[in-house]
């Protein structure tokens, strides 16, 4: 499969579903392009994940998205933390929006992630880029127990071994160094 | 209500079931107490929690336990891993103990454990007494989403809230240091 | 000593210094106002600690503000992460900034936090509030080495055992909830 | 360079330098075998680095030892918990040990480690192999100022980048697994 990482679709872009009107979290597109250029964005990523009996990690879901012109890419799920929300809320609300309302997530008793990440615009400064904006990801392993059915704009959960998930072609797979991010998300839980 | 820490019954005296035949976990009294005055021994340790929908700790379990000669003592969910036994399955293996088949815990995903203890059977060494015994305990807190019928030794565990469980007359009723790791516990998760 | 907590300083009001010209990090006031209520903001704070030969804490520092109205509060250190800025970079600049050039921290080699907090400007959504704005902030308990030499405007880095920092009349005197914060950061050291 | 790691020594074989007398951590051959086969042994496992001005790893330290054979092997710095013996007190004196006493080694401020790891006789059980014993290592992640000069039989500390420490080749020299283990370690720190 041909996977093109170069051009990435905003998944939230602007913002993945409007707020209910007064709430100052929902930003326009000029707001939001004004405050990426001046604040690092706080954002949650989640690894879905599934467990054995005991708690180990025996499967890994990545998110298989395409772009507008139809590229294929693969991501975990990602989005920012909006004005007033917490980050369990945030958490919560990209959860459902990326695997659906019946993935019963099991959501982490601790708000320290298993990772920060950290994104900028201009390779170089640290590990990860994001071309849109400067972020600082809390990054978290997230069993799920129940079905996953991706809105729209993500085609599918693939589910695979850690092992697949690990492996350097799936790695490369995930743009922005992300690889590298998964891959140190899974070694929290033992790989 | 009086609560008398001077005495502790084992909760294992001398192990809380035979293994099969052959197992070289399982130890005869003699044996336990040869190997428990050469080695530091580890422990498993469990804080019970109930969660609500977004992973807040919302109560908290402490087991209710009394002594040989009826006097009641507050206690984690804790226990020795054997010789040939993963940390995931004597952490099962106590939870099911104390709790009964159907509390359905939530296992850890990550082995790395909210709080390391060391308990010496000499007080001043660290904050931590346990009188039979050189222990070194990983300490998870642990959800669980069913219904909690400890076995016979364990009159009861008795759920309360965060606040409740930090309370001091609470802490103090945990034995040998054990009101602080219960504290150290419950500010990995946000109390 | 009586100590007023309910009008704080900005310690960095608006800015503790201005940035090299053309610094997209740097914002002016209207600029701060503006993002500080559309986004969350990302800050690191530390807890300063001296240890003993084996890595064990037997020193918390905390800092002794003065507000413009001559009333003293204590704060952990504590500030915002610029844009364009690595969380190294800007903990490194706030301890510097607090504590002086000569206090020879020793920075964290992970970048997850000893804890996370959130604070929003209206209380009840979380243990933390900040009536400037919705931070997350990273915690990080960090040791110092060297000779500590507060900027102007903080007059004392004082030092005592992590008893007298627990203590509920010091945890009192940190505004904002940051006694409970305080507490928590200590817990992963052991307290 | 060929290393075999088929046979390793016992870097402890039985005990790396006797006790006083009287001292109970302190076992005998027949001792030591005899609880190897009753209880996981606790052992203490650190990575030694140097760090850049912001706490960032920039060198990663593996020690070089040979086989009485003459047959060359990479190591992590390993070993055993002594009945009364602290973890910093076993990390402290493993780390001397091993690097010598000039090395100055940043103990670490909480005991929770980077990473757990279970070491069965027997494979397939865990990622983990020990021939000598069970045993549940706490892993840490330790920087070194000074200047490192192992004792006798390790031959060399050698520093490394972490790209080169993280290379297949490399992680491959590390027996038992702990290839595994060294790349999980460095994931904490950014790797």
Same mark, same amino acid.
Request: hydrophobic share 40%; charged share 20%.
């Given at each position: 499969?041909?996977?093109?990482?170069?051009e990435?679709?905003?998944?939230?872009?602007?913002?993945?579903?409007?707020?209910?009107?007064?709430n100052?979290?929902w930003?326009?597109?000029?707001?939001?392009?004004f405050?990426?250029?001046?604040?690092?964005?706080?954002?949650?990523e989640?690894?879905p994940?599934?467990l054995?009996? %005991?708690?180990?990690?025996?499967?890994? #879901?990545?998110?298989?998205?395409?772009?507008?012109?139809?590229?294929?890419?693969?991501?975990?799920?990602s989005g920012?933390?909006?004005?007033?929300?917490?980050?369990?809320?945030?958490l919560?609300?990209?959860?459902?929006?990326d695997?659906?309302?019946?993935?019963?997530?099991?959501?982490?008793?601790?708000?320290?992630?298993?990772?920060?990440?950290?994104?900028?615009?201009?390779? #170089?400064?640290?590990?990860?880029?994001?071309?849109?904006q400067?972020?600082?990801s809390?990054?978290?392993?997230?069993?799920?127990?129940?079905?996953c059915?991706?809105?729209?704009?993500?085609l599918e959960?693939?589910?695979m071994?850690?092992?697949?998930? %690990?492996?350097?072609?799936?790695?490369?797979? %995930?743009?922005?160094?992300?690889?590298?991010?998964?891959?140190?998300?899974l070694?929290?839980?033992?790989?």
């Amino acid at each position: 499969m041909s996977i093109d990482t170069a051009e990435l679709p905003d998944p939230e872009g602007p913002e993945d579903r409007p707020a209910p009107a007064g709430n100052p979290g929902w930003l326009s597109d000029d707001e939001l392009s004004f405050v990426r250029g001046r604040l690092p964005v706080v954002y949650v990523e989640a690894v879905p994940v599934r467990l054995d009996g %005991l708690g180990q990690v025996i499967e890994v #879901g990545l998110l298989l998205r395409s772009t507008p012109d139809g590229v294929m890419t693969r991501a975990l799920i990602s989005g920012r933390v909006r004005y007033g929300e917490t980050l369990r809320e945030a958490l919560f609300r990209h959860l459902e929006n990326d695997l659906g309302p019946m993935a019963f997530p099991q959501m982490p008793t601790a708000l320290v992630p298993a990772q920060i990440a950290e994104y900028f615009p201009m390779p #170089g400064i640290s590990s990860f880029v994001d071309e849109r904006q400067h972020a600082v990801s809390l990054v978290y392993v997230v069993p799920v127990t129940g079905t996953c059915n991706p809105r729209q704009d993500a085609l599918e959960v693939s589910w695979m071994s850690p092992e697949e998930a %690990l492996a350097p072609d799936t790695l490369d797979e %995930l743009p922005g160094g992300r690889g590298a991010l998964l891959r140190q998300a899974l070694s929290t839980v033992g790989y």
